[in-house]
């Protein structure tokens, strides 16, 4: 299990896909915290006079709706196209311990793309006034959210990888199945319905456990929900990997 999981980084890092996910995402929420005028965006740091990182956690995980099913496509699809598949399920390694391999694999990558951005609050952090006037817990907090956040649309990006033999179909299923698990659900649930009921489909999305974690709150619901959504979607992988033996 150790020697495919570093055999995925080594295949992340001998291309540019790993690199460049990295840097498409710094680029993207530098661009938008950084340079792009506050009139516009209204997310520039140096303009709207807030040491505050918020900003940031309502960019990212719009930029991880594209980037992660980009490192999840290849995962399973060009395994299955390539016919290395067969080869991979000979190996004295579970199912299971296949898809978790390659899961930590792609989470590394989400890891190191989100590493850099602690520059940008040791930045906000020496600009506040008076200095280190930033909202500590509520940003680690938020830290631990978009963890969550992309954890889980990894687990869904692998799931849709295992599903086909094209990347392009599995970076568009991931997409489709990311974009509905962090938004569709509160989209339903704005349709005039009872409010109990509207609140409940409202609590299937990513995006209700994401907003009260980004605000600080750590309530062990949430981690329950991500936690979940993420076994769900790794045992469902499990269970397309095994049914190639039916």
Known sequence: MKALFFKEIRSYLNSLTGFLVIFVF?????????VFPDE???TNIFENGF????????????????????ISMKLF??????GTMELLLTKPL?????????????????????????????????????????DTGGTWGSYIGLFFLGASFLAIGIFASALTDSQVIAFILALMMCYLFYNGFEYIA???ING????????????????????????SRDGIYFLT????????TRLVLLSRKW
């Open 51 to 70: 040491a505050s990182l918020e900003h940031l956690f309502s960019i990212a995980p719009w930029v991880f709706l594209i980037l992660i099913p980009a």
């Open 77 to 82: 699809s060009e395994e299955n196209k390539s």
């Open 94 to 134: 579970t199912e299971l311990q296949i898809v978790v391999a390659k899961y930590l694999a792609g989470f590394a990558i989400i890891v190191f793309s989100l590493l850099p951005t602690l520059i940008y609050y040791y930045t906000v952090y020496e600009l506040g006034f008076p200095k280190g006037n930033i």
């Open 26 to 34: 710094l680029l993207i929420t530098a661009m938008f915290l950084w």
């Open 190 to 192: 704005s349709f005039k």
């Open 40 to 42: 516009a965006t209204g």
């Open 196 to 219: 109990t009921l509207s609140l409940f489909i409202s609590s299937l999305g990513i995006n209700y456990h994401y907003y009260s974690m980004s605000r600080g709150v750590i309530d």
């Open 229 to 236: 959504i993420i076994t769900m979607f790794i045992f469902s």
